[in-house]
């Protein structure tokens, strides 16, 4: 069974653009999680969405979206770009909405840097 | 505010010691606690888990304690292998099928051969 597969792999945007990351959950899991990893915070939650419904957002301005399709593939996008978005952003799925004993499956990431 | 604390930023041991990577944490609501391995340019990937009705859960090597009334809970690694060394996450979420993952900054663990 194929993993999470997170696409780009790499990124390398200016201040002002906006970026859109793909994620495409493991066959079979309807919940996709988001995270943004930097050096200093450690994983920070982005939101998560389950069956197209966003269930949970984490502590980030709304220039941070996200969305889920049908078929559960995810995509998040990020405008007006600062500096400070640079980051890897990592994309998680589970079978079931991310609670209780459920693990996470995480991607390799999408590494965005912000010149 | 940090709900998930792990102070130590890095660990380096001797292959085939023990390693002992420690977390903390603050919210008592907390039930559920994961550890997440990762190496470099891989997403995290889980190791062990444990709920707050069990102190002790063992998988092979890996251990995981949890002291629910110190808010602590460590992860043993007995016997350290060069493989592991890695980035170890701690997380934990409250209890509540809408309750989402909070992360620890990450223990960067260095084996020594």
């Known amino acids: 069974k194929a993993g999470v597969t997170q696409t780009p792999r790499y990124l390398i945007k200016t201040r002002g653009q906006q970026v859109t990351l793909s994620c495409s959950p493991i066959s079979g899991h309807r919940s996709v999680s988001w995270y943004q990893q930097t050096p200093g915070q450690g994983l920070q939650f982005l939101f998560e969405?389950?069956?197209?419904?966003?269930?949970n957002k984490g502590n980030f301005p709304g220039r941070f979206s996200g969305r889920q399709f049908s078929n559960s593939r995810s995509e998040m996008n990020v405008s007006t770009l600062e500096l400070g978005d640079s980051a890897l952003y990592l994309c998680?799925?589970?079978?079931?909405?991310?609670?209780?004993?459920?693990?996470?499956?995480f991607g390799s990431g999408t590494q965005l840097s912000v010149l | 505010d940090q709900q998930v604390k792990q102070n130590s930023p890095s660990l380096s041991v001797q292959e085939g010691r023990i390693s002992i990577l420690n977390c903390d944490y603050t919210?008592?609501?907390?039930?559920?606690f994961l550890w997440y391995k990762k190496y470099p340019a891989e997403g995290p990937t889980f190791l062990i888990s444990?709920?707050?009705?069990?102190d002790k859960n063992e998988d092979g090597r890996f251990t995981v304690f949890l002291n629910k009334s110190a808010k602590h809970l460590s992860l043993h690694i007995v016997p350290s292998q060069p493989g592991d060394s890695a980035v170890y996450f701690c997380?934990?979420?409250?209890?509540?099928?809408?309750?989402?993952?909070?992360f620890g900054k990450g223990i960067t663990l260095s084996v020594r051969p």
């Open positions: 969405y389950f069956s197209e419904t966003q269930r």
């Open positions: 998680a799925s589970s079978p079931a909405p991310a609670g209780g004993n459920e693990k996470l499956f």
């Open positions: 444990i709920s707050s009705i069990k």
């Open positions: 919210n008592s609501m907390f039930d559920y």
């Open positions: 997380a934990a979420r409250p209890t509540g099928a809408n309750s989402k993952l909070t």
